[in-house]
């Protein structure tokens, strides 16, 4: 069973809507939590430690950035290694200290066990609603254009440590310009694109020659003999932005492109919301959602 079939039967079971989303919303009070597992998301023995603490965290406040929320506390659980120890928490630490100090992040608590397993570290966030409100997955109309804030593909090449959320982004979109749906694109374009859709009831038209393409993809293509714009759609942990905009406001978006003064961000267009269900290219090719599924 895959990770979007559980939640379907949880919904079921649950009765809630709240499921689904990156981040839950109760109140006036925003919760999310990942946890990352050694063997699956990193390997420790070839990443610098200071960059799993500091993915741990960044890959949380990204799921805050794609709700429109303001982060403001966190509580971190790990299970270390017995073989490697307070040395190791400390590194973890280390590497989530910057931004702790960027966001003005208050680490509230937590709980730090051993064990005779590889590393694992769960951190959850928690963050406020702002006056705007919150994005949701499930807000996309027919038409909508559909921006993402990055460059996509070859994240594994260290993207996927290094990123930057994009929590002020976010916040300054969300407040001066009307959106009507945010994802993260944590697990691969077309799959997160997909996700959104289907929770506005919708597909979408991909602009397959938008795509904007990282120089990581085109490297990472020539080592594994796929395309670079087929690693554009499916790598995963990007965790740049898709934003569900209307067409006159994402018209006014492209045009100011007010993000790249202000953070060096561009934004770019790549599809359109559709009434018929699924996701397809320009020319009607169908696109089957990729990426990866826990």
């Known amino acids: 069973m895959i990770e979007t079939e559980w939640l379907k039967r949880l919904r079921s079971r649950t009765g809630t809507e709240l499921l689904g989303d990156d ?7 925003i919760i999310t939590v990942d946890m990352l597992t050694e063997g699956i998301d990193f390997l420790l023995g070839e990443v610098d430690p200071q960059w799993i603490g500091r993915k741990a965290l960044a890959v949380n406040l990204s799921d805050i950035a794609a709700m429109g929320g303001i982060p403001t506390s966190i509580v ?3 299970a270390l290694p017995k ?17 702790l100090r960027k966001y003005s992040l208050t680490l509230a608590g937590g709980d ?59 916040l300054y979109l969300n407040e001066h310009f009307n ?21 506005s ?5 991909v602009y397959e020659k938008s795509i904007p393409v990282s120089p990581a993809a085109v ?21 740049e932005l898709l934003l569900a905009v209307p067409p006159e406001e994402a018209e006014k978006l492209l045009a100011l492109q007010p993000l790249r003064k202000r953070f060096n961000v561009t934004l770019y267009p790549v599809a359109e919301l559709t009434p ?12 089957c959602p990729q990426g990866f599924e826990h």
């Open 219 to 239: 490297q990472l293509s020539q080592q594994t003999g796929r395309t670079p714009l087929e690693h554009a759609l499916s790598d995963g942990e990007d965790f």
């Open 23 to 29: 981040a839950a919303v109760i109140g006036d009070t």
């Open 276 to 287: 018929e269900p699924g996701l397809r290219f320009t020319d009607g090719t169908v696109l």
């Open 179 to 199: 959106l009507h749906a945010a994802i993260d694109i944590s697990d691969g374009f077309s799959l997160d694109l997909h996700r959104l859709s289907v929770e």
């Open 83 to 99: 073989s490697e120890g307070i040395q190791l928490a400390e590194q973890l630490y280390n590497g989530m200290e910057p931004l």
């Open 112 to 170: 730090t066990n051993t064990w005779n397993q590889g590393l694992v570290i769960s951190i959850t966030v928690l963050g406020r609603v702002t006056p705007q409100g919150v994005l949701r997955r499930g807000g996309g109309k027919p038409g909508d254009q559909i921006l993402v804030t990055g460059l996509l593909g070859g994240s594994i090449l260290e993207h996927q440590f290094l990123f930057e959320p994009r929590i002020f982004e976010a």
């Open 201 to 205: 009831g919708l597909g979408a038209t």
């Open 76 to 78: 971190v659980a790990v």
